[in-house]
């Protein structure tokens, strides 16, 4: 679940990790260096709890308990899961 709702917002132009959200660029490839995110500051916004970067991204909140790639969030998300 961690791995696709970082997937997720990498494609949106972020850096999703433990640590927190910020503003994303091309590390590689065409476009290097290159912002992906193009809204206003991420700065601006206040992440006080998990809801707020839910939210933030537009995805609906779960639970730790909940957090299973299931055909749910594959449609909310669009990530295809990786082979194991």
């Not at 206003?40 to 991204?57: M, N, R, V, W």
Request: with cysteine; aromatic share 10%; charged share 25%.
């Amino acid at each position: 679940f961690n791995r696709s709702m970082r997937l997720f917002a990498r494609r949106a132009g972020f850096s999703l990790s433990d640590h927190g959200i910020c503003e994303a660029s091309h590390a590689r490839g065409v476009g290097r260096g290159q912002r992906l995110w193009t809204g206003p500051p991420i700065a601006q916004q206040h992440f006080l709890e998990e809801k707020d970067i839910f939210d933030f991204l537009g995805l609906t909140y779960r639970e730790p308990s909940e957090r299973e790639v299931d055909a749910v969030w594959l449609s909310e998300t669009g990530v295809v899961p990786m082979e194991s």
